[in-house]
């Protein structure tokens, strides 16, 4: 498998396809609809962990938030490495905010 090398830009603008950063909680949420691959009942939203990775520069981007959803069917987990803006991160990392449960929402 080829790993495909994205500026900080392209992988922002291919994040925004499919994500979108919000000012309520969890602050981030889909574009689409996420289907459970064994069941294909509509999966919840579990928890969000925003967090940074410390990567020097030039060699990857250090603003993530890995979102999980899960099959309240099944009980199938999937997890989502969704790449934020560093201006996003800041904003959640000031309400104090790095983990969030689905109860909390």
Not at 17 to 43: L, N
Not at 57 to 69: E, K, W
């Amino acid at each position: 498998m080829k790993i495909v090398k994205l500026t900080k830009e392209e992988l922002l603008e291919r994040m925004n396809e499919f994500w979108q950063e919000t000012d309520e909680k969890p602050y981030i949420e889909p574009k689409f609809t996420i289907v459970c691959p064994f069941c294909s009942s509509e999966m919840v939203f579990k928890h969000a962990n925003y967090f940074s990775r410390g990567y020097p520069n030039n060699v990857g981007y250090n603003y993530r938030c890995d979102v999980a959803y899960k099959c309240l069917n099944c009980g199938y987990v999937a997890t989502f490495g969704v790449a934020i803006s560093e201006s996003h991160y800041k904003k959640v990392l000031k309400k104090g905010e790095k983990f969030i449960e689905w109860w909390q929402c």
